[in-house]
């Protein structure tokens, strides 16, 4: 799953929104006032205070048969060192604003180490209309519209508003927007935080905005005339975005290290037989207990910042539904997405072809995640993401793979399924590890990279995702919050027998 902090980093870009670099209006533009918003700005991308990347975004005036319009074109470029292998993850965004700065057309195209997917919008009276495709596999294009709502808008608009001298510290507001890298509508919530005084002494104001549906919150600088200085996501690697020359934003970059690995202390022979493991995680800025969920099978405990976790490993279902499962409260675990296309002729078949006329959730589950165990071929790293369509044509991934596959051939006869993105002990550490959830009367953890029917308690979760656009996007997000944030010291474990093991560096 080492793709996914990349994920995870594109659309932290997003939040880090560099659209904030120009100010929008409350009532319409003249073309002139239109014209004196154009120029160009450049910024270095900072991740864990490295420079990995760049953005430029360079705002023209054009004339179009609707009148003059605003057109303003982001790259954005990061350099990945994935197993010794120096990657790129990139951007390229065209919007087009109108007199009052709203976005009406988008087209982007991204990056994401190899895979390359495209989305093109156009607002009219009906809504905004989405076109989404992925060019390098021949997928067939989606086209849906969608209704806004009426205070949809754009963060220029803040930086505008801002800049005219009408907002002042503590005020507040709220707008709905389209965010093209999660494919979905969002609402940002932006608070006027606190004027402060820049190194270079200039006066700026401190912006705060929140994601409602990432729950990702931003910070922007921004100087008097509404042009951004300076943006940070604190919780995720230290991600910033910092105004500088040209020539600066282009010098010899420092690639982001993905690691699949966290730093841990202690040893343990193998997570597999334990009745339970309890360990201690340590965030190096912040609450742990943040980035770790409780579930059914992890409990947490909080000790000042850091976070005592008990983690069980999976028990066997005592009964099974019938297939197909058709309960309404499960229906987004059912559905097709882009990443699970289980609607697929292909996924279809080959899913009956492996459980046949079983009707047993149970056995159906043990059926698929077997048939994914014994026929995919293992890879230490898939850098570039994949649906499952392309899973079953490849038959080759690392975990993400195996999981996504599953997922896609258990909705296909019926079986409510999830991704859940984690950490897994393995080779004496933990690593970065996906794996799959199904709904068989009940929710399962299974291991179609490992072939555990019902996983140990050395896997730990930080989500559960349906793998649509938004909830996948929380998967990488959950996972980028951890990388370079944390540290492990395995304390105890309760062994076959039930007998508790204190660990010690002895």
Known sequence: MRYLPVVAIAIALAALGVALSQPGPTEPLTAEELGSLTGTEWYSVLILDKRSGYACMQTELVDTPDGPRLQVTEDVKILISLANQELEASKSQVTMYDDLLRQVSIEMVKDELGRVQRITTELDDQGITIRKSFPD???????????????????????????????????????????????ALDRHDVLVDRRETMDDGTEATVLRMTSQKLGLEAFSWLDGEGRLLRQEIPGLMSLTLLRVPEEEALAELAPFEVTSEIDVEGRLPSARGLQSLT??????????????????????????????????????????????ITDEALA????????????????????????????????????????????????????????????????????????????????????????????????????????????VGRWVEMDPAWGQMTVDAGHIQLHSSSLDEVSYARASLATGRTLGAI????????????QEVTLTED
């Open 487 to 498: 540290e492990i010291e395995l304390v105890s474990y309760r062994d076959q027998a039930g």
């Open 279 to 324: 360990l201690r995680v340590a965030r190096r800025a912040g609450a742990a207990a943040e980035l770790i969920p409780e579930t059914r099978r992890q409990q947490i405990v909080v000790e000042g910042d850091d976070a005592l976790v008990t983690i069980e490993p999976e028990s066997l279902p005592l009964t099974a539904a019938t297939l197909p």
């Open 137 to 183: 596999n021949g997928m067939v294009a989606e086209v849906r519209t969608l209704q806004v709502a009426d205070d949809f808008a754009s963060d220029m608009m803040v930086a505008w508003q801002l800049a005219q001298g009408t907002l002042a510290v503590g005020d507040s507001l709220s707008f709905e927007t389209y965010d093209p890298e999660v494919d």
């Open 332 to 439: 987004d675990c059912l559905v097709p997405t882009t990443h699970a296309q289980s609607d697929d002729p292909d996924i279809v078949a080959k899913a009956r072809e492996i459980v046949g006329d079983e009707t047993d959730a149970w056995t159906a589950a043990q059926a698929v995640v077997s048939w994914v165990y014994r026929n995919m071929r293992k890879m230490s790293s898939q850098p570039k993401p994949i649906s499952a369509v392309e899973c079953l044509d490849e038959m080759a991934g690392d975990c993400t793979e195996h999981a996504v596959l599953t997922a896609a051939l258990g909705r296909a006869v019926g079986l409510p399924t999830r991704m859940c993105t984690g950490l897994a002990w393995v080779g004496g550490g933990f690593g970065y590890h996906a794996w799959t959830e199904i709904y």
